[in-house]
């Protein structure tokens, strides 16, 4: 099925740096999404996005919808060793999510 | 709030056994759950979508008869994996979207299939 483009594929950072990620598609969406997984559980959602141009903060995350609504991005600031784990964007289709490829983050002490 | 459970977590069976994983909102009534795959390393797979009332709709390439979907309350949807084998060995995840909430969906903690 189809699936939206995540870069990076996968980070390795210091504690305390900051973490840029993104997400791109072909097709417009309404709506992003952008959840954590960690190892062996669930996806847990972290922002919702619902308009193009949207800059919205949860904590130390901040997330865009991009202006041609066919694109996002997941800022992290200071991150400590909790934040590892893989980030799932996801656009909202007509009735159901089309997923991001995954950016697995790893934090050094 | 918008927490969903699922059970079991973990699940071991013989090759040729049905398994029934229950996927269950408890702090608000979900019309639509979604039951998604994932292979390790790898993004979720949407399987399904299951409607409270009215037969599920599944997505190309997944087999109706093989996975079983009944959504019989508002709470309440199970996926059971019929003469399973080796290969459905798995991560199961299923979500629920809250009614009227923009897509939002919240997803379960998952479950581990794992067919000898």
């Known amino acids: 099925g189809q699936q939206l483009n995540q870069s990076p594929q996968s980070m390795f950072i210091q504690e305390g740096e900051d973490v840029s990620m993104n997400c791109t598609s072909s097709?417009?969406?309404?709506?992003w999404l952008w959840y954590k997984q960690d190892p062996g559980e669930g996806p847990v959602l972290l922002i919702a996005l619902y308009k193009a141009g949207e800059l919205t903060s949860n904590g130390r995350l901040t997330a865009q919808f991009g202006i041609t609504r066919k694109d996002s991005f997941l800022n992290i600031s200071a991150s400590i060793p909790s934040d590892v784990g893989i980030y799932f964007c996801a656009g909202a289709g007509t009735d159901k999510l089309i997923f991001g490829t995954g950016t697995r983050l790893q934090v050094f002490p | 709030g918008a927490v969903v459970s699922q059970h079991p977590s973990r699940v071991i069976c013989k090759s040729g056994t049905s398994v029934k994983i229950e996927c269950r909102s408890l702090?608000?009534?979900?019309?639509?759950m979604f039951w998604y795959r994932q292979f390790p390393k790898q993004s979720l797979m949407l399987m399904a979508t299951s409607n409270e009332g009215s037969k599920a709709t599944y997505e190309q390439g997944v087999e109706k008869d093989k996975f079983l979907i009944n959504h019989a309350s508002l709470t309440l949807s199970t996926l059971t994996v019929t003469s399973a084998h080796p290969e459905d060995s798995s991560f199961y995840i299923c979500?629920?979207?809250?009614?009227?909430?923009?897509?939002?969906?919240?997803f379960g903690p998952g479950t581990r299939l794992t067919v000898t």
């Open positions: 097709s417009i969406f309404n709506t």
């Open positions: 702090d608000f009534q979900a019309t639509t």
């Open positions: 979500s629920a979207e809250i009614p009227g909430n923009s897509y939002e969906q919240y």
